[in-house]
């Protein structure tokens, strides 16, 4: 169940903070990292066996395209956790930037699945959308639809993250995340 306050009987148990904690930092950075490398290279064996995929190289127009498309699914990503995190708790989201995330959070305290549910539903959402975009459209749209995709998931390292951790501690939960800032409370049986 979620919270607009924090119900009496709970405890702090940790938080994850990706602005101060070096070691999530730095935990959070080589997951990006990977799943920026493996799609990656997925997307070259897939340049090679799938027709006029190479063909965007050449169409300036493609390139501009795909840049855009890269900076209009930050915003996008960002709303679907907003949008969830509203649809679960009606508290209204914020949104911001503080580099190198931007985010969305909420003063609402959720419980554990509801927020893996959240923190990953811009995964989930984008990831179905594009690959159904991918299989559909013409060879040419194939990289600068990839290259979204490949955004999704490495921009999505924080949330996985986020969802793996808390899907690891003991105990009743509930959490409340301001964005680059999850504080964790665990209920205490009296």
């Known amino acids: 169940m979620n919270h607009k306050t924090l119900p009496k009987g709970y405890r702090y148990a940790g938080n994850l903070d990706f602005t101060r904690n070096r070691r999530q930092i730095v935990a959070v950075l080589k997951l990006a990292v990977a799943l920026t490398a493996i799609p990656l290279a997925i997307g070259v064996a897939v340049s090679l066996a799938r027709p006029g995929v190479t063909a965007f190289v050449r169409d300036f127009r493609m390139w501009l395209c795909m840049a855009l498309m890269l900076v209009a699914y930050i915003p996008l990503h960002e709303l679907t956790h907003g949008a ?3 649809a679960l708790s009606g508290v209204k989201p914020s949104f911001g930037v503080r580099l190198p995330y931007a985010w969305a959070g909420s003063t609402a305290w959720f419980d554990r699945r509801s927020h893996v549910v959240t923190a990953l ?3 989930a959402v984008w990831g ?6 991918i ?4 060879g040419r749209w194939f990289w600068p639809l ?3 995709q ?3 998931l490495s921009g999505s390292a924080g949330d996985i993250y986020c969802a793996w951790a808390l899907m690891r501690m003991d105990g009743e939960l509930l959490i409340q995340d301001t964005g680059t800032r999850m504080r964790v409370m665990r209920y205490v049986d009296r």
């Open 84 to 86: 969830v995190m509203y």
């Open 121 to 123: 539903a811009p995964l």
């Open 128 to 133: 179905a959308i594009l690959q159904i975009l």
């Open 135 to 138: 299989a559909v459209l013409p």
């Open 146 to 148: 990839w290259a979204v």
């Open 150 to 152: 490949i955004s999704n």
